[in-house]
């Protein structure tokens, strides 16, 4: 027979012999591919595990290096240091320097002839100073930084670079850039002042201030805490360059605070609408402020020292009506407007020395007077709780303080009396659900906040 019909014959018996026994084929595959299951299983242990590996142990003198070389070239090696400083009131080039720990003729001569350099030095102290320096003292360069000018002020800074150059030798840069915020957290337990408290826990001053603000209408002031009460607080902190700014009073806004006194937790929450305006809210939506605030500066340093009514005027020396408040505060005392408006008037004015008057609506006017500074100008218009100004001794003064009037249709009446009786805000019907939902997620922060005791924590960016 040829092979290849021999092939295909044995193939059809093969063929018929599955289709006529097919169950007994599968089983005796099954059972096949089981036994090499088993085989392997039975193998596997064979092999030996890692804690029955032989095992050696090691051991190595190694000399040391010696020292003298070492030495050297630790002494070779040219170091280069970060320094900081924020410049005071007349302050120079040399005092400076020598502040930052800088022996450079040159650097000094730079400083004081450059025009664009000497700004370091003019205008208000306070800019922020990093300089970098090598070990022999000599300056690689430096940089200041400090508040914009006019409306720019709240939002970004100027940035003045020094620096050397290897071929044109020293020269002087300046720009502008965008302040950037961080969101912090903190929280804090009283155990003498909310102010104290804050410092305590790293919280800056100016953050336990608006958060006294905040509830200054569901407390009767910061002196009715107690020892024990308890804030939490998630706020914003300005930063130049990565670097907290130590002007516009150093943060941001307060963005939600938690505070328990006397068995009540109080919440408030910041929310802007969709028309932009913004304000602090409870949880249900209720306004925690009213349209007008009582004081135009912060209680944690400010306290009463003339009512609205008659009484004695302590320059005159005789009996007078006084037509406001006066608020006795330390010289540059942080001044914020009591209401939404724009500035009608913004200068010096005979015995009000400094003054900022703004226009609400419906005819009500507020004066702010004996300012040491004024941040805004004529035509500008503000938000309730901005910085206008700062405390000062201006004008017929005979101590540093503010002076501030509330006008109803050109008639002076008594702040506290038209902050009482102003219009509380809600929130409105069509942006109740967006607000819950905002309302929901700062709930969590404050949870977070309310388990540290330290304001060290960043919180991501949304």
């Known amino acids: 027979m040829e092979p290849l019909a021999w092939w295909n014959q044995t193939a059809e018996r093969g063929q018929l012999f599955v289709s006529r026994h097919r169950r007994s084929v599968i089983a005796g595959v099954v059972a096949a591919l089981a036994g090499f299951g088993v085989a392997a299983v039975a193998v596997a242990p064979l092999v030996p595990g890692t804690d029955e590996l032989p095992r050696r142990v090691v051991a190595e003198t190694v000399a040391p290096l010696p020292l003298e070389p070492q030495l050297e070239a630790l002494a070779a090696h040219a170091f280069e240091l970060s320094r900081s400083a924020i410049t005071r009131p007349g ?94 957290l903190g929280s804090g337990t009283l155990r003498s002042t909310l102010s104290a408290a804050g410092e305590a826990a790293g919280v800056p001053s100016p953050v336990t201030a608006q958060i006294a603000e905040i509830f200054a209408s569901e407390i009767e002031g910061p002196r009715a805490l107690r020892r024990g009460d308890s804030f939490s607080v998630i706020y914003e902190v300005l930063t130049a360059d990565d670097e907290p700014v130590v002007w516009n009073r150093g943060t941001g806004r307060v963005l939600a605070a938690e505070l328990v006194s006397g068995g009540r937790t109080l919440q408030a929450l910041w929310f802007v609408g969709r028309d932009g305006r913004g304000g602090y809210f409870g949880p249900d939506g209720q306004s925690l402020r009213r349209s007008f605030l009582a004081s135009p500066v912060p209680a944690e340093f400010s306290r009463v020292t003339s009512g609205f009514g008659m009484r004695m005027h302590p320059i005159l020396r005789r009996l007078r009506k006084h037509e406001g408040v006066d608020f006795s505060a330390p010289v540059g005392t942080p001044v914020s407007v009591v209401g939404d408006g724009v500035v009608e008037f913004a200068g010096t004015q005979s015995g009000f020395g400094k003054l900022v008057i703004v226009r609400h609506s419906r005819n009500r006017h507020t004066l702010y007077a004996h300012l040491s500074r004024i941040d805004v100008k004529r035509g500008q218009r503000v938000a309730q709780g901005q910085l206008i100004g700062a405390v000062g001794s ?69």
């Open 91 to 184: 302050e120079s080039a040399a005092t400076l320097l020598q502040r930052l720990g800088v022996s450079d003729p040159q650097a000094q001569s730079f400083l004081r002839r450059d025009p664009v350099a000497r700004r370091v030095f003019e205008g208000r102290p306070g800019k922020m100073i990093d300089a970098r320096v090598l070990d022999d003292g000599s300056l690689v360069g430096l940089v200041a930084r400090y508040p914009a000018e006019g409306e720019l002020r709240q939002t970004h800074f100027t940035r003045l670079v020094v620096e050397r150059d290897p071929v044109a030798g020293w020269r002087a840069s300046v720009d502008l850039a965008a302040l950037e915020s961080r969101v912090l």
């Open 394 to 462: 201006t004008g017929w003064s005979t101590g540093s303080h503010l002076h501030f009037e509330f006008h109803v249709n050109g008639t002076p009446k008594d702040p506290e009396v038209v902050a009482r009786d102003a219009d509380a805000v809600k929130v409105p019907v069509a942006e109740r659900r967006s607000f819950e939902l905002h309302a929901q997620r700062l709930g969590h922060k404050l949870d977070t906040a309310r388990s540290t005791s330290t304001a060290a924590l960043t919180l991501p960016r949304e």
